[in-house]
């Protein structure tokens, strides 16, 4: 399987912003729509932003307006602007292929919103 790096996590406080970023190893990243994941303690991984191969978004509720998802495909990177951050969007952020894909899990980053 193909490789995924995820990086720029870390500790903010509420109301500040992250730019994350995903690696993805291999030449076949421009053929699969893209998405990134979080996972809080006792909650199930959840896809909260989603780029296609053509480059079109979308997002769940509770991000919309605050995360802007973008990709580069000539760098096989996926990145997740996030603003505003609250104390709820604490969690292990992952990127992967939606719905499938070639690409084994990452490590993911820690995301962190606390004052």
């Known amino acids: 399987q193909e490789q995924l790096v995820e990086s720029g996590g870390g500790l903010v406080q509420p109301g500040g912003s992250l730019r994350l970023s995903c690696a993805a190893s291999?030449?076949?990243?421009?053929?699969?729509?893209m998405g990134w994941y979080r996972q809080a303690p006792g909650k199930p991984r959840e896809l909260v932003a989603l780029i296609t191969s053509g480059s079109s978004t979308s997002y769940v509720p509770s991000v919309k307006g605050r995360f802007t998802i973008s990709r580069n495909n000539s760098e096989n990177t996926v990145s997740l602007q996030m603003n505003s951050l609250k104390p709820q969007d604490t969690a292990v952020y992952y990127c992967?292929?939606?719905?499938?894909?070639?690409?084994?899990w990452g490590q993911g980053t820690q995301v962190t919103v606390s004052s």
């Open positions: 291999g030449s076949i990243f421009s053929l699969y729509d």
């Open positions: 992967n292929a939606h719905p499938t894909g070639p690409y084994s």
